[in-house]
């Protein structure tokens, strides 16, 4: 989400006139979009505002902005205890920076008030030849216990489905093959009559976007119906996101997740039974207070029997205001690392073994870039989300190309391109 908004932030500036720079040190102006979803986040800013702040000290004209969520919740107090930032807008203002740059009316050097935005105003980027990300809903209203994202991102709001298609549809005239839907929980997205699964059926019909993608799937409003549409359409891709958790109903409870893990064994059953292949990832957090070894131990069982492809695995860390900042954070730090290690071991295994069961399969993979390490191999995108590094004489990006796997470890596959087909 912090990613898509950079990119409209930073396609709205240079709209303006602004221009981009390559290195921060010839910037005039430097802006952090933040994170406030675990204290690591937010002490990595604080880490990079000193680092800009000998940059600011040798050229003092230079103007610091911290946008998002570290901003919004933080406000005044961030210009108290950073006083070298110049602005602070939050979440629901940060497209104001022009304006605010300007000293354009009604504006001012912190902004975290809710309710100014016209969302339907922001208008999705791309910024690469091949892919982009469409925000579909902005703010979350669950409330889980230990998550900062409803106080900082507001209430949900939707798009409108006419807003998203036309993005769809103007990307797509772009050269973009593949668009990410992207929301708290794209699941409960809805305008007027339109829920989630016919936002996609409405994508299907109206553009030619060739693939399609979402994140990120809440397992209390999954619906059958979205897996039917999946199923029925081979233009979105098989890959579903769907935060676990804990595997542990206790847990879960106390997190305010409103499932219990039976019923999110039953929506992976379904989803696996209705889709041929299909990709599932997860986030999975350890030492949430009261996390007993017992509850653990649930969790490791839950990663066992549902065998992710991959996942995201956390250290639960406070966030003042949530629900459980009022609970006993009475896991140790380093049993809490125990755990995160177990967990990560436990998921590689079996993240090595989904791999292995790719090789052999001939995947339709869009050209990405170069491999990290080697300008020698392409690095492409499958259906399922995965990575693929392959040889290649002729690197067209965002062409689409048939790749059979050949090998894989637990987290790159490697193959060959079957170049006659490619387009
Ligand atoms: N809306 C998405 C994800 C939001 S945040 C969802 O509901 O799944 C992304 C992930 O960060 C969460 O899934 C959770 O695993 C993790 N997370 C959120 N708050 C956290 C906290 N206080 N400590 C550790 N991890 C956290
Ligand atoms: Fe946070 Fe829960 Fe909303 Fe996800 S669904 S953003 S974890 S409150």
């Given at each position: 989400?912090?990613?898509?908004?950079?990119?409209?932030?930073?396609?709205?500036?240079?709209?303006?006139?602004?221009?981009?720079?390559?290195?921060?040190?010839?910037?005039?102006?430097?802006?952090?979009?933040?994170?406030?979803?675990?204290?690591?986040?937010?002490?990595?800013?604080?880490?990079?505002?000193?680092?800009?702040?000998?940059?600011?000290?040798?050229?003092?004209?230079?103007?610091?902005?911290?946008?998002?969520?570290?901003?919004?919740?933080?406000?005044?107090?961030?210009?108290?205890?950073?006083?070298?930032?110049?602005?602070?807008?939050?979440?629901?203002?940060?497209?104001?920076?022009?304006?605010?740059?300007?000293?354009?009316?009604?504006?001012?050097?912190?902004?975290?008030?809710?309710?100014?935005?016209?969302?339907?105003?922001?208008?999705?980027?791309?910024?690469?030849?091949?892919?982009?990300?469409?925000?579909?809903?902005?703010?979350?209203?669950?409330?889980?216990?230990?998550?900062?994202?409803?106080?900082?991102?507001?209430?949900?709001?939707?798009?409108?489905?006419?807003?998203?298609?036309?993005?769809?549809?103007?990307?797509?005239?772009?050269?973009?093959?593949?668009?990410?839907?992207?929301?708290?929980?794209?699941?409960?997205?809805?305008?007027?009559?339109?829920?989630?699964?016919?936002?996609?059926?409405?994508?299907?019909?109206?553009?030619?976007?060739?693939?399609?993608?979402?994140?990120?799937?809440?397992?209390?409003?999954?619906?059958?119906?979205?897996?039917?549409?999946?199923?029925?359409?081979?233009?979105?891709?098989?890959?579903?996101?769907?935060?676990?958790?804990?595997?542990?109903?206790a847990v879960l409870q106390r997190m305010g997740r409103a499932y219990t893990y039976s019923h999110y064994r039953h929506v992976i059953d379904y989803i696996r039974r209705k889709l041929d292949y299909v990709v599932i990832t997860t986030d999975?957090?350890?030492?949430?207070?009261?996390?007993?070894?017992?509850?653990?131990?649930?969790t490791l069982e839950a990663v066992r029997d549902i065998r992710y492809d991959s996942a995201f695995m956390f250290r639960y860390s406070v966030r003042p205001g949530t629900k459980a900042a009022g609970y006993d954070d009475d896991v140790p730090?380093?049993?809490?690392?125990?755990?995160?290690?177990?967990?990560?071991?436990?998921?590689?295994?079996?993240?090595?073994?989904?791999?292995?069961?790719?090789?052999?399969?001939?995947?339709?993979?869009?050209?990405?870039?170069?491999?990290?390490?080697s300008q020698e191999l392409a690095r492409g995108r499958t259906e399922g989300n995965k990575t693929v590094l392959f040889r290649t004489d002729e690197m067209v990006l965002g062409s689409v190309a048939p790749v059979q796997i050949t090998a894989?470890?637990?987290?790159?596959?490697?193959?060959?391109?079957?170049?006659?087909?490619?387009?």
């Amino acid at each position: 989400m912090n990613l898509a908004d950079s990119s409209t932030l930073r396609v709205a500036m240079i709209t303006r006139g602004y221009q981009l720079v390559d290195d921060e040190k010839d910037a005039d102006l430097i802006v952090l979009n933040t994170c406030s979803v675990r204290q690591k986040a937010e002490d990595r800013i604080r880490g990079r505002l000193g680092e800009i702040h000998s940059l600011k000290k040798r050229k003092p004209h230079v103007k610091i902005a911290v946008v998002g969520c570290m901003a919004q919740r933080l406000g005044n107090e961030l210009i108290d205890q950073v006083p070298y930032v110049d602005y602070v807008l939050g979440t629901d203002r940060l497209f104001a920076l022009p304006d605010v740059l300007e000293g354009n009316e009604n504006t001012s050097s912190v902004m975290t008030a809710f309710g100014h935005e016209n969302i339907d105003s922001i208008k999705p980027i791309r910024e690469n030849e091949h892919s982009a990300f469409v925000t579909i809903s902005r703010g979350c209203n669950n409330y889980c216990s230990y998550c900062i994202v409803p106080y900082v991102r507001g209430r949900e709001r939707s798009h409108s489905r006419e807003h998203i298609v036309e993005a769809v549809h103007r990307m797509n005239d772009e050269g973009v093959v593949e668009i990410t839907l992207l929301g708290q929980n794209v699941n409960s997205y809805r305008y007027k009559q339109t829920d989630f699964p016919c936002l996609l059926q409405s994508i299907v019909r109206e553009t030619d976007i060739r693939r399609i993608r979402f994140m990120t799937s809440h397992p209390k409003d999954l619906s059958e119906k979205l897996v039917d549409v999946m199923a029925n359409e081979p233009r979105i891709m098989p890959h579903i996101h769907l935060p676990l958790q804990s595997g542990s109903d206790a847990v879960l409870q106390r997190m305010g997740r409103a499932y219990t893990y039976s019923h999110y064994r039953h929506v992976i059953d379904y989803i696996r039974r209705k889709l041929d292949y299909v990709v599932i990832t997860t986030d999975l957090m350890v030492g949430f207070p009261g996390e007993t070894l017992e509850d653990f131990e649930k969790t490791l069982e839950a990663v066992r029997d549902i065998r992710y492809d991959s996942a995201f695995m956390f250290r639960y860390s406070v966030r003042p205001g949530t629900k459980a900042a009022g609970y006993d954070d009475d896991v140790p730090e380093d049993e809490k690392i125990r755990r995160l290690n177990k967990l990560i071991e436990l998921q590689q295994n079996i993240s090595y073994e989904r791999n292995q069961r790719e090789v052999g399969r001939v995947c339709e993979c869009v050209v990405e870039g170069y491999s990290r390490r080697s300008q020698e191999l392409a690095r492409g995108r499958t259906e399922g989300n995965k990575t693929v590094l392959f040889r290649t004489d002729e690197m067209v990006l965002g062409s689409v190309a048939p790749v059979q796997i050949t090998a894989a470890d637990a987290f790159t596959l490697r193959g060959e391109i079957m170049e006659a087909n490619r387009s």
